[in-house]
């Protein structure tokens, strides 16, 4: 468990959502702790360990690995990391992206996107929203008809898990009237980022450029926040890799995902501590 100064801490510096405690304890159910420089996330025999240190001390990385194994002893491991620090061999499967970044503040807009921010302008209203039907409804149509995998599908499924514990998450709606076309989830939890977590549009009420102004909105509120930057999250393909570009985000930090498969301790060597 996390005490109050290890919190302030991690939001002091935390530039990825998967800092974050209260997101990850809420999709994961796993509990937060910190080890030296590094988050790690623990539920039951399985150890989440985030390989982004804190501050600029990563020269530990492999200690702070270890030491969180020793402690809490799990059969697997998933980690996140900007490189590996294990062999090849003890991994069972590898993912890589990029996480975006967008500098703040945002000097200009492209030409092509101010203009369908306009055109989204004169249809839609935007507001604060409070997550209720009408956004489970779009989450639940985005889950149907996209290919996902099951740990996406969990993620998408434990949002409003997350909102409700999060005092930081914001909800930003856009509407046609009072339908819901799309809306965006950030939060604003760290001293210096803005995280944009999700946005879901209307497969129903098609209104070009919902998107662009939800993000619009939600840049003008980060930057008021006193943000200088948001991670935008990772690339995932080519689609959002293009709307996240077309707005100057750019890549920033390497990411590697990895699932280890921990041998369980010798039947022998436990009896001999017995």
Not at 251 to 269: C, E, N, Q, S, T
């Amino acid at each position: 468990m996390l005490s109050t100064e290890e919190r302030l801490f991690i939001y002091r510096h935390a530039y990825l959502p998967e800092h974050l405690p209260d997101y990850v304890e809420a999709i994961s159910g796993a509990r937060a702790h910190l080890r030296g420089n590094y988050m790690c996330f623990v539920r039951k025999n399985h150890l989440i360990f985030n390989g982004y240190p804190l501050n600029d001390n990563a020269a530990d990385v492999a200690q702070a690995y270890k030491a969180a194994c020793d402690l809490f002893k799990p059969a697997t491991v998933a980690i996140l990391a900007p490189q590996l620090w294990l062999s090849a061999e003890s991994l069972e499967q590898q993912d890589s992206d990029h996480f975006y970044q967008l500098a703040l503040p945002l000097t200009a807009i492209d030409s092509q996107v101010a203009y369908m921010v306009r055109r989204a302008e004169r249809e839609l209203s935007l507001r604060p929203g409070v997550f209720g039907r009408d956004h489970k409804r779009l989450i639940k149509d985005f889950i149907k008809i996209h290919d996902l995998k099951e740990a996406q599908i969990h993620i998408y499924k434990h949002i409003q898990h997350y909102l409700k514990r999060s005092s930081s998450a914001r909800v930003l709606e856009a509407r046609k009237d009072e339908r819901l076309v799309a809306f965006t989830i950030l939060d604003l939890g760290s001293a210096n980022y803005a995280f944009y977590l999700f946005n879901f549009r209307s497969r129903k009420i098609n209104v070009p450029g919902a998107s662009d102004l939800l993000f619009k909105e939600m840049v003008e509120l980060a930057h008021a926040e006193g943000k200088k930057a948001i991670n935008l999250g990772l690339g995932i393909h080519p689609g959002i890799r293009r709307f996240k570009e077309k707005w100057g985000g750019v890549p920033f930090l390497p990411y590697i995902a990895a699932i280890v498969h921990r041998k369980p301790m010798d039947l022998g060597k436990l009896a001999d501590k017995l």
